[in-house]
């Protein structure tokens, strides 16, 4: 069982490293952005999910610098990457109403010297549930700063469409278990067709994830979904991995 003294000792002895997956625009095929994924690397267990810890360091608090450490590291690794590719970062709930944030945020950007329209943030749909008012200024600020936000996992948690009208998302990620079923099942292509027709018309990019198949990006290409993420172009992968991703025709 992992506990939080397990947690402390890894992020003192640098065990954390992020691994990026890319996402595609549907209509060219380019890459336009990696998403960030944290793995721990741990000297007897190997490499561990992020399932496995992250609701811990939740439940310490310790998300919190082990957020910033994933955006500090994004930020650092995207910088010397194209400048039309950018770099997607999972904030935690906590992380999200964290008083840090803003300067978390502030810190990575200033540290690296990318530009902030080429950060975006994923949140979840949970992150919106309580306290609207405080998420609300949160995300106003940061869309000045000039960085984008995602809604991340969508339709898998309190889905409301009053959301997309009450918060200023730039993007919609469509939950892969949409997608994994899209080829065999109506209600999902019925589904997708609804999410990427309403991000068409409030100007929202729609990205599907837990794309695995041609078949699958044939239907999202038809569709007019924006962009694809899954394990057709490529599993999340070390930075060091990010140039031969770039390159790969797909
Ligand atoms: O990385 P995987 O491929 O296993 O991701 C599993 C889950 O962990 C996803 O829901 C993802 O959003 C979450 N996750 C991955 N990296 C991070 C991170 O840096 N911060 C937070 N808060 N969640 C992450
Ligand atoms: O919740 P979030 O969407 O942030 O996390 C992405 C999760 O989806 C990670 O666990 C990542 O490893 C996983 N993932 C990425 N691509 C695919 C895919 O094509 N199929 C499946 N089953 N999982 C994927
Ligand atoms: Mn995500
Ligand atoms: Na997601």
């Known amino acids: 069982r992992l506990l939080e003294m397990d947690l402390r000792a890894a992020l003192q002895r640098d065990e954390f490293q ?38 811990l360091a939740e439940e310490t608090g310790l998300i919190v610098q082990l957020g910033e450490f994933v955006l500090r590291s994004a930020c650092t690794d995207a910088v010397t990457w194209p400048d039309d590719v950018d770099v997607a970062v999972n904030l935690s709930p906590v992380q999200f109403k964290s008083p840090n944030l803003i300067a978390s945020v502030t810190d990575a950007l200033a540290a690296s010297g990318i530009d902030a329209r080429r950060l975006e943030l ?23 700063m000039g960085v984008r936000i995602s809604l991340d996992d969508f339709g898998t948690g309190y889905s409301s469409l009053s959301y997309l009208r ?21 209600d999902s292509m019925a589904i997708i ?58």
């Open 122 to 144: 994923e949140i979840t749909e949970s992150v919106l549930l309580q306290n609207s008012e405080a998420t609300l200024a949160t995300l106003h600020e940061l869309r000045a």
């Open 18 to 55: 992020v691994y990026y997956q890319p996402i595609r625009d549907v209509a060219s095929g380019r890459v336009v952005a990696f998403e960030a994924l944290l793995r721990w690397n741990h000297p007897q267990r190997g490499l561990i999910a992020p399932i496995n810890f992250i609701p």
């Open 166 to 186: 009450s918060f200023p998302f730039d993007k919609i990620k469509i939950d892969r278990s949409f997608v994994s079923e899209l080829a065999t099942r109506e």
């Open 193 to 250: 067709r609804a999410v990427t027709g309403l991000g068409r018309s409030l100007g929202i990019v729609t990205t599907a994830e837990g794309v695995e198949n041609d078949v699958q990006l044939e239907l999202l290409r038809r569709e007019g979904c924006t962009q694809a993420q899954g394990y057709l172009f490529s599993e999340p992968r070390p930075a060091s991995d990010v140039a031969m991703m770039l390159d790969r025709p797909r």
